[in-house]
């Protein structure tokens, strides 16, 4: 027997609007969106029932694989907790950005990767995760093994996206090296001594590698049809090189004039939904907020915090600057297009059904936005949250 899963009395959110009715799923797809409640199904109280999100970087599944410094997690049980924090955040797919390439001063969580992914694939295979997971390969350039992690992790078939990082100081995120060096001081406790030395490796193998590394990976990526990402772009030059490689995702420029370019390159512009919740980058770079009011805005993605996409949307929504389906849209159907994924990502007849209940809660402390607070979540019509 096939199974139905009937959601009834919700404000459902579509692409261009939002009406009070009733949605049904069976064997795994949405098959009916209808106006006006139901008798049969499950009454959602007129909250909100919007797409699953789709999350194309967020770094936490390293977080939970090593929750200090230098001491690990058993990777399974890490994967299963990440998966969990991902799901009760609304998220329905997930691409875990594990970064590869390791450099001087490291806390060495790179050179884990393969376990990584490994537990990853594991996981998501035996069917004991309520999301479904890719695996983002955030590769830092100016590393001297980046290549050869990729050639050993990029032919699985779950990664589906490739970022092209550079963090050399002095250049795209941290073009104010005192902005890093607050980053290092604060999360490493360098001395300045120690600072100074740190910067001049990080120059000399960026001098050696990052331009021969970011071609060779982009090779590696477009003949495995993998989706590349520019990551930091800060100017036309670096948006044009980024171009010519292939890149078809703009991941957290730095300048407006990048979000311009990027997007007059075809890209599709991702920020930091943390960038949104706090009112601007925790870098000193451009805000969030300015590439949406300029038009340049596609995607915003969880990076550090989990639930901050739907809080995100939700304070958009609140403050005027967008309306929710447009808001949705932002972390539902455009990251679920940049991925590849035209099945899921809008509630309509023939797409997945996954979807998020979320109740809009006022009159929280000090918060003039509402807290979206997520009391379901159902991923191909079968409840995970």
């Not at 090593?66 to 998220?91: L, N, T």
């Not at 360098?190 to 990052?210: K, R």
């Not at 957290?252 to 997007?263: D, E, K, L, Y």
């Not at 099945?343 to 979206?372: F, K």
């Amino acid at each position: 027997m096939t199974h139905e899963t009937i959601l009834t009395n919700a404000r459902i959110v579509l692409p261009g609007e939002v009406i009070r009715g009733s949605v049904r799923v069976a064997g795994g797809r949405i098959v009916d969106v209808t106006e006006g409640a139901t008798r049969a199904g499950e009454d959602m109280g007129g909250d909100h029932l919007l797409p699953g999100l789709v999350e194309l970087h967020t770094d936490q599944v390293e977080s939970h694989f090593q929750p200090r410094p230098k001491r690990y997690w058993d990777p399974i049980p890490a994967v299963v907790a990440h998966d969990a924090q991902m799901a009760a955040s609304g998220v329905t797919t997930v691409l875990d950005a594990l970064r590869i390439g390791s450099g001087p001063g490291e806390n060495r969580v790179a050179s884990r990767a393969p376990i990584l992914v490994d537990a990853l694939l594991h996981a998501a295979e035996s069917g004991i995760l309520r999301a479904e997971h890719y695996v983002h390969l955030r590769c830092e350039v100016a590393t001297p093994d980046v290549v050869e992690v990729f050639d050993e992790l990029g032919g699985h078939d779950r990664v589906r996206m490739v970022s092209l990082m550079d963090h050399t100081p002095g250049q795209r995120q941290y073009a104010d090296v005192e902005a890093f060096r607050t980053y290092m001081v604060g999360k490493h406790g360098m001395s300045a001594a120690q600072f100074a030395e740190h910067v001049d490796q990080l120059h000399a193998l960026a001098a050696e590698f990052s331009d021969i590394n970011r071609h060779r990976l982009a090779e590696r990526a477009a003949a495995r049809g993998i989706r590349m990402a520019a990551h930091d772009d800060a100017t036309q030059e670096h948006v044009d090189e980024s171009a010519a490689l292939g890149v078809h995702i703009s991941e957290f420029p730095t300048t407006i004039a990048a979000a311009r370019a990027a997007r007059r390159a075809g890209q599709l512009v991702v920020m930091g939904a943390p960038n949104i919740v706090r009112g601007g980058s925790h870098s000193g770079n451009v805000a969030a907020a300015d590439l949406l009011a300029d038009g340049v805005l596609d995607i915003l993605s969880s990076d550090y915090v989990p639930a901050s996409p739907l809080q995100a949307v939700f304070r958009l929504v609140d403050e005027g600057a967008i309306a929710l389906p447009q808001a949705a849209a932002l972390v539902s159907a455009n990251p679920a297009r940049a991925a590849g994924l035209d099945d899921r990502g809008v509630i309509a007849p023939g797409r997945r059904g996954d979807l998020v209940r979320v109740h809009a809660y006022e009159g929280a402390p000090g918060m003039t936005a509402s807290v979206p607070i997520v009391r379901g979540v159902w991923r191909e019509g079968q409840r995970v949250a």
